[in-house]
């Protein structure tokens, strides 16, 4: 009896893991394969780096802003975690290619950047 509930629980969460998994390549496919390249090498999308910076839309302004005050609040000097700051750090890296990548875009199609 124990061996079926957990042959279903794990069956369960096998189906559950395989559609997050479909879902996640779908937003990749809609981002476009620059933005799906970017993530995979940072290792977070761009919805997750946006939270962890608390920027709602891309602009160079917010993103700085923001990245100064959570680098200096998670700063171990000043008893903040070394952990929560490379995050931090992980998230602008990730918003500056996704900036660098809308740019790139912007002058292939003529027009200018949405800065």
């Known amino acids: 009896m ?6 279903r629980a794990f069956a369960r969460a096998l189906r559950q893991e395989f559609a997050a998994s479909r ?3 779908d937003a990749r496919g809609r ?4 933005s799906a390249a970017a993530s995979n090498l940072s290792g977070l999308s761009l919805q997750e ?3 962890i910076l608390n920027v709602s839309k ?3 302004e917010e993103v700085q ?9 998670n700063d171990k000097s000043v008893g903040g975690s070394f952990y929560l700051q490379s995050k ?8 500056d290619e996704e900036l660098r990548i809308q740019a790139q875009e912007d002058r292939e199609k003529g027009r200018t950047p949405h800065t």
């Open 88 to 95: 931090v750090v992980r998230a602008k890296e990730r918003l």
């Open 58 to 60: 891309l602009s160079p």
């Open 23 to 25: 879902a996640a390549a």
């Open 49 to 51: 780096a946006q939270q």
């Open 31 to 34: 981002a476009g394969h620059r």
């Open 65 to 73: 802003k923001n990245y100064e005050h959570l680098f200096k609040v």
């Open 2 to 7: 124990g061996v079926q509930v957990v042959g």
